[in-house]
């Protein structure tokens, strides 16, 4: 994404613009950039690398944040991890 600075630039002006999720990467990440927080999905169906873990991520909305519980297609797991919306 050539402009992905230009975008961050412009969501973190906007105090309702929290997050956003990109799946470019093909792996499961999170970090906060730009006071947002930059959630990378992971693949759904071909991985590039056979040990990174694929399938989808659940996404539950808090007050404070969010709960992102990504499901493994390749043996089942899944861990939640709650972040919180950066001040």
Do not use: C, Y
């Not at 990174?52 to 659940?58: I, N, R, T």
């Amino acid at each position: 994404l050539l402009d992905a600075l230009a975008l961050l630039d412009v969501l973190s002006r906007h105090d309702h613009a929290k997050a956003i999720f990109t799946a470019h990467d093909h792996v499961f990440g999170h970090r906060e950039q730009n006071g947002l927080l930059v959630v990378t999905q992971p693949a759904v169906g071909f991985p590039f690398e056979p040990a990174v873990m694929h399938g989808w991520l659940e996404a539950e909305f808090t007050a404070d944040g969010m709960n992102l519980t990504p499901w493994s297609i390749q043996d089942g797991r899944r861990e939640t991890v709650h972040l919180i919306w950066p001040q």
